[in-house]
């Protein structure tokens, strides 16, 4: 059964201490999204569950194995720019993970296109990313962490520097390829109303260094519908989640 499971992470930048032990477990096909407020150490903590960045103490494990300050094997990143390769074409940059893996050209440009086409972007295989929008350069980032098939996702505010329509219309279309994949996610963003919509399980972060406030187990029903976010325990819940930011930063 796949499983994130970190344990005991610290983290200090100099004399900053960023993460004090901080654990958390992601199930086998759960959406969970970290909130908390800007500089509490979210990002630091995906970027050591990806093996990008190391971390003083604690252990990582994914699918049971031991992936501590390692990076790759099991992993696709999104980050809020996407990132891409200019040098390649839209459908190249999808396929780049399988190239690093090994898989042969046939094979990793028919996947590509699988994930270029499952994001929206049929027509577009050959188009450079200059040619691209901000949301469609973005949609090409999601398809290539989608392509290597990874059984954890890590998403930190892939959505942040995009327009609002934008940003809503990309909210549905991950949700709707994740529905039909479900891969385990951990997903940062600053958006209450975004982090409910899209996650199962919402953790709340302190301000630096960051422990979490508390976690919300979200209750709605899968397909997420535009109009849950009109619904009286959405509403109740998107407050509730920001005075407790709120009254954290005062605190
Ligand atoms: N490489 C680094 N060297 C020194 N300090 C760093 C480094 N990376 C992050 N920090 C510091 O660690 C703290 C946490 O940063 P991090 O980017 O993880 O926060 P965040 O919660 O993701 O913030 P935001 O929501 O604004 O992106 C910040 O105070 C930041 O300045």
Partial sequence: MTHLSVSNV???????PVLVD???????????????PSGCGKSTLLQIINGLVPADRG???L????????????????FQGADLFPWRTALENVA????????????RLEQARHYLHLVGLRGFEEAWP????????QRVGIARAFCIRPSLLLMDEPFGALDVQTRDILQDELVRIWEAERKMVLFVTH???????????????????????????VPFERPRREEMKLDSTFLELRREISDLLRHDIHA
């Fill in 63 to 78: 699918d049971g194995k031991d992936i501590t300050g390692r990076t790759g094997a099991g992993r696709g990143m999104v």
């Fill in 10 to 16: 610290c983290k200090s930048f100099g004399s900053v």
């Fill in 22 to 36: 901080q654990s958390l477990d992601v199930e086998e096909g759960e959406f969970v999204a970290l909130l908390g």
């Fill in 191 to 217: 958006g209450i109303e975004e982090a409910l919509y899209l996650a199962d399980r919402i953790l709340v972060f302190s301000k630096r260094p960051a422990h979490v406030l508390r976690e919300i187990v």
């Fill in 59 to 61: 252990t990582i494990l």
């Fill in 130 to 137: 200059h040619q691209l929008s901000g949301g469609m350069q």
């Fill in 96 to 107: 780049f993970g399988l190239e690093v893996m090994g898989v042969g050209k046939a094979e």
